[in-house]
């Protein structure tokens, strides 16, 4: 069975629809750098067809596409 891909996403406010981590690099294995809530706006914009880019204060970090 053929998985349906997604289309990626596009840059822009988005809400979390689950709590999700915030991740150091875009990996299930990465660093959790901390657990975001469900209904958070965050910025983001694609990075690959599971993960996207958030920005931080301190820098980038990845939240799984999933979550939106």
Excluded at 15 to 31: E, F, P, T, V, Y
Aim: proline share 3%; glycine share 8%; net charge positive.
């Amino acid at each position: 069975k053929y998985e349906k891909l997604k289309p990626r996403m596009k840059a822009g406010m988005k809400r979390l629809k689950k709590d999700c981590n915030m991740r150091s690099i875009a990996s299930a294995s990465g660093d959790k750098i901390k657990v975001l809530r469900k209904g958070k706006k965050l910025w983001v914009e694609p990075h690959s067809s599971k993960w996207v880019k958030v920005f931080r204060k301190s820098g980038e970090a990845y939240v799984s596409g999933s979550c939106f």
